[in-house]
Structures are given as structure tokens and as C-alpha cells.
């Protein structure tokens, strides 16, 4: 397991435009390392012989899609701040 350092946390912290002070940086190491403990243990698990194709929800099991009538247009706009022709009218978010 790759041990993380201070300057690792650091970079990662520059990355992501944060800033912590020595003292988190030191917290953060140790939930790094158990983090990558963890994916260590995930990565040396012993899987021959599983069936990695096995599905938790059997497919038969699964409902058929169906369509179903919606909710009339004026009682889903009734508590709309805004609406405007039959649609919800937001404010412009993307120039």
C-alpha cells in the first residue's frame, strides 16, 4: 500500500482549490490511508471461482415497463412560481 504523504494531500487540496492547515492535512492522511487499506483488500479478494455476472435483483423479478396517466398539466403548474404557456418558466441559467 502506497503511503500518503503531507505533500500528496497538499496537491490533491491545490487540485480541488482548497486549503487546509497542518493539522487537517494530518486527519486526511490517515482516512487516506485506510481508504486505500480498504481498496487494497478489494484488490487482493479472492474471486476465482465467483460468478461475476451474478445479478442481486433476478431479472424475472423485474416489472414491466408501463405508461400511466400523469397528473393534469394545471395541477403540476398549480404551485409554480412561474409558468408560462403550459410549461415552468426558471431563470436563464446558461448563456
Known amino acids: 500500500m ?3 504523504t503531507s505533500e500528496d494531500i497538499k496537491h490533491l487540496a491545490s487540485l480541488s482549490a482548497l486549503d487546509f492547515d497542518e493539522e487537517k492535512i494530518e486527519e486526511f492522511k490517515g482516512e ?4 486505500l487499506g480498504f481498496v487494497d483488500q478489494i484488490a487482493n479478494a479472492k474471486i476465482e471461482g465467483v460468478d461475476t455476472f ?3 435483483v433476478p431479472v424475472a423479478q423485474l416489472r414491466e415497463d408501463e405508461a400511466k396517466e ?3 398539466v394545471e395541477v403540476l403548474l398549480k404551485n409554480a412560481p412561474k409558468q408560462r404557456k403550459g410549461y415552468f418558466n426558471v431563470p436563464k441559467v446558461v448563456d
Open 2 to 4: 502506497k503511503t500518503v
Open 32 to 35: 487516506f490511508e485506510s481508504i
Open 54 to 56: 451474478n445479478r442481486s
Open 70 to 72: 400523469s397528473a393534469p
